[in-house]
């Protein structure tokens, strides 16, 4: 605004950016007017944005919807937000709006608008004396009352009928347009298109920027993927050289055990041999003192044999 300041070269004065009319600056500065109440929304919008639990609104495909929409074809499912803007379009002035939580989605869908009309149907009537219709409206307490409610809580209270509430309420509003300038008019007109083309290009930003972390989220899976089939084929080939040089060591280790068997069984057979040999040639010694010891004895009874004769 500013800059806009500035390129006109008009003191004191600047070009609305809605409508185009030139308007003064207020005393206090550029600082000092007021904000425009849609960018804000449109702001608030677009930092309010976070992961929903539930159904995504058809709109913004961002926040949950709490709303759904009799009049809307298709994009019926809606959040707080973007019911804001719903209401403002002019095409969708009139449609009729009930809690997501009052709607069965497990139903055919060729039978939702059954059920939309069912629940707002259900709304017209009072929800403490079951089948009488909201017919009067009490001025005092500013609500909707049927019969019964009329002379149990508001008999004392000033009331009329719905209907004629209704036509005081579009006469004031139609007294209100009469007022109304055709220059005021055409500048609220413009204003309301500017609305609905700044909304126009929040949905499309928002679509690229969601076609934009799809894009990315399809790179960064990419690479994760490339990457785990390295760190994969890193592993294999690792265990594969680990497996190798343990097969190695354990040939060299069975190797060595084998040999120093070897070593031991030749030992033990050659102690073996040599205490064969020991045994035998001590064997031999034993015989022959046997052999002599029984010759002497032998020799010794013949003796005592021919001295008793």
């Known amino acids: 605004m500013r800059h806009g300041l500035a390129k006109n070269g008009v003191q004191n004065k600047f070009s609305c950016p809605v409508c185009r009319q030139e308007a003064p600056v207020p005393p206090g500065g550029l600082e000092t007017l007021v904000r425009n109440f849609y960018m804000r929304k449109v702001i608030d919008f677009m930092k309010d944005q976070k992961a929903p639990d539930g159904r995504l609104c058809e709109y913004c495909n961002h926040k949950e919807a709490t709303f759904m ?10 959040c707080a937000t973007c019911r804001e803007f719903h209401d403002k379009i002019p095409s ?20 939702m608008r059954e059920q939309l009309r069912h629940v707002l149907d259900k709304s017209q009537h009072c929800d403490k004396h079951d089948g009488e219709l909201l017919t009067f409206y009490c001025e005092e307490d500013d609500t909707v009352a049927c019969r019964d409610c009329i002379l149990e809580t508001h008999s004392k209270h000033d009331f009329k009928k719905v209907g004629d509430e209704v036509k ?3 006469d004031l509003i139609q007294d209100k347009i009469k007022f109304l300038t055709t220059e005021k008019l055409f500048r609220f007109e413009k204003a309301e298109k500017a609305i609905v083309q700044t909304e126009d290009g929040l ?3 928002h679509t690229k920027v969601l076609r934009l972390v799809d894009s990315q989220n399809l790179v ?12 994969k084929r890193e592993i294999k080939d ?9 097969r190695e060591q354990t040939d060299i280790y069975l190797t060595t055990v084998k040999q120093h068997l070897e070593t031991y069984e030749t030992k033990v057979q050659s102690d073996y041999t040599e205490m064969k040999r020991f045994i035998n040639g001590r064997s031999r010694e034993i015989m022959t003192e046997v052999k002599a010891l029984t010759s002497t004895q032998l020799k010794n009874l013949e003796a005592e044999k021919d001295r008793s004769m």
């Open 238 to 246: 690792y265990y594969q050289q680990l497996e190798k040089d343990v």
């Open 203 to 205: 949905t499309e930003n």
């Open 168 to 170: 005081v309420q579009r």
């Open 92 to 111: 969708c002035k009139g449609h009729s709006l009930v809690p997501l939580s009052q709607v069965d989605l497990s139903v055919n869908p060729a039978n």
């Open 69 to 78: 929409c009799q009049g809307c074809p298709e994009t019926n499912q809606l």
């Open 220 to 231: 960064m899976t990419k690479e994760i993927d490339e990457n785990s089939a390295i760190i």
